[in-house]
């Protein structure tokens, strides 16, 4: 059996639909499985057991008509799939299926204009649904071939050589890899996916005080990110526990490194998704715009979160402000209240 798995967008997205190829490979262990992907995230998945051959797509081919065309046509024309799953189903994405209409298994959602190119539909996911439950949903076609195993972890994949590359980096910086590692995600690309930074602060502060002996790496990308966590260690008083200047200069060494941490903490975003991969617990501060269940998927692993939906429960009148005021009803206090009740609920420490 030889199956297209298409989600573009960005690498949470990516790493979530792992489910997907993880069943597929298990359900069936004889069938290949090609993955198309924006090529920037690529490298994060090569070498993956659950992958064939990873497809990228650059920007540039994504946004020229006549180059999309003519490469989804060539990708569906130079192998005959038997099943293309659709994870987004869009105008564009759509393409792969409707220029493959012998592909017996043409898997897409439910949406007015997609009857053209699929014939199996699946229901759009709704607020709420965990993206392990809906990912997993677009198997269900494939029942009629055998029986089913939905694997709910998601999951990556680098080589030994890189990870005792990174082990090595990370003694040189003097991070003792027998004791405790907290990877903190301070700081985040996007301004309404970062919380206060004051309370950020505030809040790993309380962390020192009740944990002195973990060692904690600042997790943020060169330019603004990094800007912003060299303010937050600045105002903490530069902690002797705070290794600034450890760096992950590339997404499969900050998979290396999230298989040495002990627990994640800071802003939800695809940091917390490689840590979750790599079975580690996290718990984060989930922004006003981004639905806690939905992106805060729940398997073996721990993993916890506060949103402003946690302390109003949904109040009408709270509906109504606008992000900034919806992120201040995420008091420091009540995070460092929660996430404490959390790693005391784990045993992690």
Known sequence: MKILVVRFRQMGDAILTTVVLNS???????????????????????????????IPF??????????YIRKVWHVVHSTHYDVIIDMRSTMNTMLFALFSP???????????YCKLAFNHLIERSCAGR???????????????EGKLIRD??????????????YDQYLQSQGIDLAKPILLAGVTAKLDYKTWNEDRMAWTIQQFIKAYPQVQIIFNYAPGKEKENAYRIYEKMGKPQQVH?????????????????????????????HIVHA??????VIVAPT?????????????????????ITNQDSDTEALDRLAKYALITKEEVWNRWSDFIKRYHIL
Not at 58 to 67: G, I, L, Q, V, Y
Not at 102 to 112: F, V
């Open 24 to 54: 597929l490979k298990k359900s069936f262990p004889d069938c290949s499985i090609d993955f198309v992907l924006n090529d920037k995230i690529c490298p994060l998945f090569e070498g993956h057991p659950s992958i064939n051959r990873l």
């Open 58 to 67: 650059t920007d540039e081919e994504r946004h020229s008509f006549f180059k």
């Open 102 to 112: 012998s592909t017996p298994y043409r898997i897409g959602l439910n949406k007015g």
């Open 130 to 144: 965990s993206m392990i439950e809906f990912n997993l949903s677009m198997l269900k076609p494939l029942e009629k």
């Open 152 to 165: 709910e972890h998601f999951s990556l994949y680098i080589t030994e050589e890189e990870q005792k590359a």
């Open 244 to 272: 600034i200047d450890i760096a992950a200069k590339s997404q499969r060494e900050l998979v290396a490194l999230s298989n040495r941490i002990t627990l994640y903490f800071g802003n939800e975003g695809g940091g917390r």
């Open 278 to 283: 790599c079975g580690k617990p996290s718990f």
């Open 290 to 310: 981004t639905n806690k269940k939905t992106w805060l998927p729940q398997n073996d692993v721990p993993a916890d979160g506060i949103a402003y939906t946690d």
